[in-house]
């Protein structure tokens, strides 16, 4: 798969401060890419220079091949997490003349707009003023104007700010529905639940440096540790305990079944199989439950950063 979008070794200072140092991600074509990491990270700082809000003191920004300029601004659209609509204007009046802002005529943007507005079913907001609508509603406007263009690049800063589940559920299937057709997303936000069901990759910022990237999959497969969450029915709990403790690693495990069976995290050693173990404890009682743990985004993110603070 090619690389839309290359930042390479960029660093950023405000006064004494290093924002950005020397870091460098890329995002493949037609994918949806993570870009992570706690409150003052970097994230927004590397997402204004790839927006050229800001200049890189160090280092260079590539879409589709070529050194980012000023003409790519039209192949980019940007939802910030703080929005930028004028409150006093009318719905309709706002988004035409932010969509000849990116370049598209007055004609196009209203077939574009009549097309978005029927979609997400909001077409007698048109001549609504944008203070009278509520922040989920006014964040509906903001998400059309920002793929209105039809950008290559699309970012979104925390983009179900706002919005109630099923809104919110609405917006995700329209990110995946544009990845689909082509377009290629960086998805910044706090919300572990939603990068594991959108993000094909992911980056992980700390204190202005990357400290992980790649593919979700291949993430989770690095920071996988063997271990499965067993269920199993016995009479004779402290002895079926303290025997599978002789052979394994063992922790006791909190999850919820139906019935009342003891229940292990247990892990194996490496390069043995699942299935030995899972043969193994079928020799000593009823299982119930046999799951291995895969890593979710959230426990990567926090066992990252304290290894890295």
């Not at 700082?45 to 070529?66: A, C, H, K, S, Y």
């Not at 002895?239 to 069976?261: I, M, S, Y």
């Not at 995290?265 to 043995?272: A, H, L, Q, S």
Request: glycine fraction near 8%.
């Amino acid at each position: 798969m090619n690389n839309l979008l290359e930042v390479k070794a960029v660093s950023k200072h405000f006064g004494t401060y290093k924002a950005l140092n020397r870091v460098s991600i890329t995002v493949p074509q037609g994918s949806i890419f993570g870009l992570l990491g706690p409150n003052g990270a970097g994230k927004t700082t590397l997402i204004r220079v790839i927006n050229q809000i800001t200049m890189p003191d160090e280092g260079q920004v590539f879409l589709g091949g070529e050194v980012l300029k000023n003409r790519h601004i039209t192949d980019i659209g940007y939802l910030p997490e703080e929005r930028g609509l004028y409150k006093s204007m009318k719905v309709g009046e706002q988004a035409l003349y932010l969509a000849q802002l990116k370049g598209l005529s007055k004609s196009e943007a209203k077939i574009r707009l009549r097309y978005w507005f029927e979609r997400l079913e909001i077409g007698d907001w048109w001549n609504k003023k944008i203070q009278e609508l509520s922040k989920g509603m006014a964040q509906k406007i903001q998400f059309v104007v920002t793929v209105l263009h039809q950008p290559k690049l699309l970012i979104f800063d925390e983009p179900f700010s706002g919005f109630d589940p099923i809104n919110a559920n609405l917006i995700k299937e329209e990110i995946l529905r544009l990845r689909d057709e082509g377009a290629t997303v960086i998805f910044s936000t706090h919300r572990m639940e939603s990068v594991e069901e959108l993000c094909d990759d992911i980056a992980l910022i700390n204190k202005s440096n990357k400290i992980l990237e790649g593919k979700l999959l291949d993430v989770k497969r690095q920071f996988k540790s063997n271990t499965y969450e067993v269920g199993l029915k016995t009479n004779n709990r402290g002895l079926l305990q303290n025997h599978l403790a002789e052979k394994f690693e063992v922790t006791q495990a909190n999850f919820k079944t139906l019935g009342d069976e003891l229940k292990l995290n247990i892990k194996i050693p490496n390069g043995e199989s699942p299935n030995m173990l899972l043969e193994y404890l079928v020799g000593l009682g009823e299982v119930s439950h046999f799951v291995e743990l895969i890593p979710s985004v959230n426990d990567i993110f926090i066992q990252t950063i304290k290894n890295n603070t």
